[in-house]
């Protein structure tokens, strides 16, 4: 069994406690236990940071991207194993854990040659003799909360570039997935790193979470998570003026016209409601179907939920695997009461499932008739549950789409350049999908949302130096040679 320690200052620690991680697969499977940091392990973690920084920033740019480099490379090289872990922790099947820890080691390789790429600007002065020079130079100590459903990916796309563009790492990571953020430091803690460069706290998110977020000595924070841990933390930050990131819920719209390539349209909506067992911020969670293809759509949709084989997460040829924990299972149960009591029809799933291993399963749960104002279509439930809303036409399906407080991302299938455009510009999110799931990006372009879903600068391709530096304009007045 693993016995994960904390990386704090350059050393393996143990904590005040430990706590199991258990397979949500399989409850009598105990992947390993792991450290709890004390509050007092985050004031050592950033005091190191805070040195090994200066030492980082100096170091150059060759040195940081081969450590980048190094550690994109083992992810990749690592995926089948390291992604046979994330599954067995989490819950995702072993083909989303593999590919997980995959696109993981991009983002480090990206942003190892991002890393060489942090080119500044210079400028004409409106002053004769004076030269402006525009540089991007690290933050300092960044603090990193991550979430448990992309507990490598997500945690990758914030590490990465906060090392690349010359910052020191805070991390604490969430803690029903403590095996996969302990595999990852275990990687980079073996890198030609200066002592404390990146640190790893483990522990329960409103003690040492949060005693993070309060740091004095923290210069920026990147959060992924529900929005009301993130309002409480950009609190905390504001008060003392920390440059913040935070991801947040969706309610993405799935949006299927009468034109569409029908059974691609069924396709990508049964990917983008039950991959992951529906806990992505991308999700699907809401079918906006044109009224003539409505019940033709619906009746493909209900046969291929009700085919999708529900399982184990590492059996083969299973195609949902559990939730991550017995409250997330209870919470969404709850949600499907609530669809019920709000009068929407249950036509299939929703309830738990009892099956050889004993886990935290349910059957993929599919509403109809849904009306946009009930709680289900305005809540993030992050379950694999979702609703279908009929609309008239485009117009009403755009006003459906919007018509939550989020706006992640939102797709449409149809084959008429003319609607998708359309839908396009009038899509109040930040990603939009064109005969594609809502679910499923590219590493290398700016990841992020509008409104309730996202606050400061977006994540992810060349956007990320947004956030990870901060802009020095110099004026040099050189004077006249001698
Ligand atoms: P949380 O927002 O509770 O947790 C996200 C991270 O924040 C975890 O590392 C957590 O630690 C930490 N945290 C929790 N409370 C605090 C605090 N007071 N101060 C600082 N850090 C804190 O999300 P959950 O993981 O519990 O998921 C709950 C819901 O959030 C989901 O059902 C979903 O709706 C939404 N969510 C959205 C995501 C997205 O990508 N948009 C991702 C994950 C969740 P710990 O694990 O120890 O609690």
New binding site residues.
């Given amino acids: 069994m693993l016995n994960g320690q904390n990386f704090i200052a350059g050393e393996w620690r143990d904590g005040a406690d430990w706590v199991e991680d258990v397979n949500p697969s399989d409850v009598t499977d105990i992947v390993g236990r792991f450290a709890q940091a004390r509050p007092s392990d985050i004031h050592d973690a950033v005091a190191a940071a805070q040195s090994a920084q200066r030492e980082w920033a100096a170091a150059g740019l060759e040195a940081r991207a081969a450590v980048l480099d190094a550690v994109g490379r083992e992810l990749m090289a690592r995926s089948k194993e390291l992604g046979e872990l994330l599954s067995r922790e989490e819950g995702k099947t072993l083909p989303e854990g593999v590919g997980e820890v995959y696109r993981a080691g991009q983002f480090f390789t990206y942003f190892a040659a991002e890393a060489l790429r942090n080119l500044g600007g210079s400028a004409d002065s409106v002053r004769a003799g004076v030269d402006v020079v525009i540089e991007r130079e690290p933050l300092g100590v960044v603090a990193i ?5 992309f507990p490598i990916a997500t945690a990758s796309w914030k590490i990465a570039p906060a090392l690349a563009f010359g910052n020191a790492v805070v991390w ?5 997935t403590p095996a996969s953020a302990w595999a990852l430091a275990e990687i980079i803690s073996r890198q030609a790193i200066p002592k404390g460069l990146f640190n790893l706290v483990m ?4 003690t040492i ?2 005693e ?2 309060a740091n004095a000595d923290i210069q920026g924070l990147s ?4 929005g009301a ?2 309002s ?2 950009a609190a905390l930050a504001a008060a003392r003026f920390v440059k913040l990131q935070l ?4 309610k993405n719209p799935f949006v299927v016209m009468d034109d569409s390539d029908l059974d691609r349209a069924v396709d990508l909506a049964v990917n983008g409601a039950f991959g992951g067992t529906g806990q992505k ?1 991308t999700a699907s969670s809401r079918l906006i179907v044109h009224r003539p293809v409505h019940d033709a759509f619906v009746e493909k949709f209900l046969a291929k939920t009700k085919a999708l084989k529900v399982g184990h997460a590492l059996e083969a040829g299973v195609q949902m695997g559990p939730v991550v924990s017995a409250e ?1 299972l209870a919470a969404n149960l709850d949600y499907v009461a609530l669809g019920k009591s709000e009068r929407a029809e249950l036509a299939t799933g929703g309830e738990a499932l009892d099956l050889a291993h004993k886990g935290h399963y349910m059957a993929p749960a599919v509403f109809l008739n849904g009306r946009s104002r009930m709680r289900i279509n305005q809540e ?1 439930m ?1 379950a694999p549950i979702t609703c279908v809303i009929q609309a008239d036409d485009l117009e009403e399906a755009i006003l459906l789409a919007n018509d939550t407080p989020y706006g992640l991302t939102a797709g449409i299938a149809t084959r008429s350049l003319a609607r998708a455009t359309k839908f396009r510009h009038a899509s109040r999110s930040g990603c939009v999908m064109v005969n594609l799931a809502t679910a499923g990006t590219d590493y290398h372009v700016p990841f992020g949302g509008v409104r309730g879903s996202s606050y400061g600068p977006r994540e992810q391709g060349r956007s990320a130096a947004e956030f990870y530096t901060q802009v020095k304009t110099s004026y040099i007045h050189a004077g006249a040679p001698e």
């Fill in positions: 909360i991550s979430p448990w459903n604490k990571p969430a803690s029903v522990g329960s998110g409103s979470g949060r993070l977020a959060f992924t998570g529900s841990v993130g409480g933390i991801e947040m819920g969706s911020c997330q993030e992050f």
